[in-house]
C-alpha cells in the first residue's frame, strides 16, 4: 500500500481517471486528486473527492492556510506521484520547470517517483515540441507511460490515447516495488571511453560514445538507488540526480572506481577503457618535422583485476561488458568465468547500426547461474532495463 498523488489535468480522457482511482484503490493505495483548474472545467472536484474521501486540491492559494503549504507537506509524504491523463500542457510544463498552479509546484517538490501518462490527439502527441518535452521528462527521471493507439476523442484513429487503466496500475506498481528494491542502494556505474595522451594535444581512444552507460545510470535512478557515474570523456549531459565523475585516462578512471568501491553495492563496468596508453607523454606538442613519432605502448592498470581480488568482492555484484566480433556466447562465457563476473553484456560489434555510437544495441546478458537473456535489437533504454531487470533476478538468486 502507499501514498499515491493523481494528478489530473484536463484532457478529454479526464472520465478515466475515476476507473484508475477505483483500480490503485482496489490494489489498497491510498489516493489523493490533484487537478488543474482547467481539469476542472471537464469534471467538478466533487467527484473525486466522493470517490477518494479526501479534499481534491486545485489552488495554490487556497483558502485554508492549511491548504496553502500542503504542495511541501504532501510531498514529503507521497511515494508515487502519477499524472494521468496527462496533456501536452502540464508535460510542456513540467520538462521547463514552470510552477503555476498546484500540480506543477507539487512536481517540482516531490523526490518520489513520477509517472506520467500522456493522452491527446496524435498530432499535438507527435509535434515535435511535445516529443522533445517528454524526451527531457524521461531524462529528469520520469518513468512514461506510453499512450496507446486507437479511437481518440477527436474522432479519429491514432496515437496519442491514455494507455489502458491496467497498464498505467501494473506500471504503478512495478515502479513501486523496484523502489523497494533499490531503496538505500548505490551503485557505481562506468561509462563512455578513455583518452590515453600522447603530448599536450594528441591522445589515442576509442568509439565509445558512452550511450549505454549514461543510459543505465539513469535507469538505476529511475529505479531509486543512488548511482554514481564515472565517466570517460563524451558530449553527454549530466543525467539528473546522478553523481558524475568526469575523468580522462583509464588510470584516473580506477582511482575513482577504488574510491568509491567499499560503499557501492553494485558495479557496472560499461566504459570502454583503453587497454593500452603511451608509455610516456611527450611535453610539448610532437611537431610535423621532427617526423613520425614512435610510440611505445605499455597496459593500463586493470580495473576488473583489481575488483576481483578486492576483500570485499564477495560482498558486490559486478556486471562486466564484453564487445566480440565473433562467437559471442562462447566468448562472453569465457570472459564470465575467466574475470570471475556476476553478470556479462556481450554484443557483437561487427554488426553495422548497433553498439558502439549507436542508440540501439543487440546483447546477450549472462549470469553465472546459466541464465540467458538474448534482446534482439532494441533501443539502449530498452537494454538498460533488461540489465537491471537481470540484475534484480541474480540478486533474488543470492538472496
Ligand atoms: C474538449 C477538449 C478536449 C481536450 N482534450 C485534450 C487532450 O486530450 N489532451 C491535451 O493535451 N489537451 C486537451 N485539451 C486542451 C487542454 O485542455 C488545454 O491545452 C489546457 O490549457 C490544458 O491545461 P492543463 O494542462 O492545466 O489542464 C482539450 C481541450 C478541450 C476543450
Known sequence: MAKIVLGVSSSIAIYKACDLIRALQKRNHEVQVVMTSKATQFISPH???????????????GEREAERLEHINLARQTELLLIA??????????????????LSTFYLAVECPVIVAP?????????????????????????????EKGYLACGEEGWGRLAEIETIVDLAQKVLASREKWKNKKILITAGPTREPIDPVRFISNRSSGKMGYELAQEGRRRGAEVILISGPTSLPSPYKVKVIRVETANEM????????????????????????????????????????????????????????????????????????ENLEAEAKKKLKEKGLDLIVANNISCPGIGFEADFNDVLILDRYGQQIHSGIKSKREISQLIFEAIEAYREKLT
Open 47 to 61: 467527484l473525486f473527492q466522493a470517490l477518494t474521501a479526501k479534499p481534491v486540491l486545485v489552488n495554490l492559494f
Open 85 to 102: 491523463p496527462a496533456t501536452a500542457n502540464i508535460i510542456a510544463k513540467m520538462a521547463t520547470g514552470i510552477a503555476d498552479d498546484f
Open 119 to 147: 493522452a491527446m490527439n496524435e498530432a499535438m502527441y507527435l509535434h515535435p515540441r511535445t516529443q522533445a518535452n517528454l524526451a527531457e521528462l524521461y531524462r529528469q527521471g520520469v518513468v512514461i507511460c506510453e499512450p
Open 254 to 325: 580506477k582511482r575513482e572506481v577504488e574510491k568509491y568501491f567499499d560503499e557501492v553495492e553494485v558495479i557496472i563496468m560499461a566504459a570502454a577503457v583503453a587497454d593500452f596508453r603511451p608509455a610516456e607523454v611527450m611535453n610539448s606538442k610532437w611537431k610535423k618535422t621532427q617526423g613520425v613519432p614512435e610510440i611505445k605502448f605499455v597496459l593500463t592498470e586493470d580495473i576488473l583485476g583489481y575488483l576481483m581480488v578486492h576483500p570485499l568482492r564477495q560482498e558486490k555484484i559486478i556486471v562486466g561488458f564484453a564487445a566480440e566480433t
